[in-house]
């Protein structure tokens, strides 16, 4: 009997490993069977109950790959030794509870405090989800954790992921390079993201044929975006025409996710930021949620938290001295 197996071309080199090191392991454990890998194919050559046996497991094994994005050699022994799929079963039960999804090399990206978790639940029943909160606390990396999910579970097609050329109060000045080159700073932490949750081979794999798009707010006049992921990132920085511009590009079968920290506005003093106006023009239609994250939501290094409640003491010591000194200007 003689099988051609398609791979997936974005799966292929995870799955074959280095030098094809799991199909000569693969070749090991079916020593009756004739196994040859050429770019997505790989062709089974043996007795017909060898090869049936070879394809349900392989199945399996792919199918492990694509959940975790990692398969080690001790993976596809424990998977090959199964009498059925029960392994694959009790791995797979992993991805309940609060994990979102498994990232790079197994890693377990999850929804950590409770106000996280109110936004994976909110993702599910809402299209358009306002995360705002300190930094820190998780916005963006749960955001694209979600979409990483939602497109390898094939309910979208692509994910864009945007947010505002705006410096964060220091001049830049003339960047050299082309186009990418000059925005590609202000991209960065979505990028860092992304390489959290897939291998690199994979998303720059995305990242060329545009199944994962990453570009400046200003770019997303005049498109419909449908069938697609879409996250706003440092909303505050967005004008109030810009905010418009951007929740108008809704399309069909499409979930906008905004995030933003409302004490961290870097716009020029004349204008205003989107995101609070946003905040209260929308807070009471039906599909769109907010979800306001605190300090007890931090999940970097714990004297961010401690950081975060001085400034707020300050602001809130500095905002009573303002006021008591206009009340006594008032009074005199």
């Known amino acids: 009997m003689e099988k051609i197996i398609l791979v997936a071309q974005n799966h292929a080199v995870g799955i074959y490993g280095k030098n094809n090191r799991n199909i000569d392991l693969l070749r090991n454990i079916y020593p009756k069977l004739k196994i040859t890998a050429r770019g997505n194919e790989l062709k089974i050559v043996g007795s017909d109950s060898e090869v049936l046996s070879f394809e349900s497991r392989f199945q399996l094994v792919s199918a492990h790959y694509e959940h975790f994005e990692s398969l080690t050699e001790t993976d596809i022994l424990n998977i090959t030794a199964q009498d ?71 309910q979208i097609r692509r994910i864009i992921l945007t947010r505002p050329a705006v410096e964060a109060g220091e001049n830049l000045g003339f960047l050299p390079g082309d186009l990418r080159d000059k925005l590609d700073p202000y991209l960065q932490p979505l990028y860092d993201a992304l390489r959290d949750m897939m291998p690199m081979q994979k998303l720059l794999s995305y990242l060329e044929d545009k199944t994962i798009e990453i570009a400046p707010l200003a770019f997303m006049r005049g498109r419909t975006l449908d069938n697609a992921y879409v996250i706003l990132d440092e909303a505050q920085n967005a004008t109030e025409s810009q905010i418009k511009m951007f929740l108008t590009r809704m399309g069909k079968n499409a979930k906008f996710f905004i995030t933003g920290d409302i004490t961290q506005i870097d716009l020029p003093r004349h204008q205003h930021s989107g995101l609070v106006q946003a905040s209260k023009i929308l807070e009471n239609v039906k599909g769109i949620d907010f979800i306001y994250l605190d300090n007890s939501d931090v999940v970097r290094h714990h004297l961010v938290t401690k950081i975060i409640q001085c400034y707020e003491k300050w602001e809130n010591n500095e905002n009573n001295s303002e006021n008591k000194l206009i009340l006594k200007n008032n009074i005199q």
């Open 84 to 154: 059925d799929d029960s392994f694959y079963r009790l791995d797979n039960d992993k991805m309940n509870g609060d994990v979102i999804l498994h990232g790079r090399e197994g890693r377990i990206i999850k929804a950590i405090t409770p106000n996280q978790k109110r936004l994976v639940t909110s993702a599910a029943n809402n299209d358009m989800v306002f995360a705002i909160g300190p930094a820190g606390t998780g916005k963006t990396y749960t955001a694209v954790a979600l979409a990483v999910r939602a497109l390898k579970n094939k």
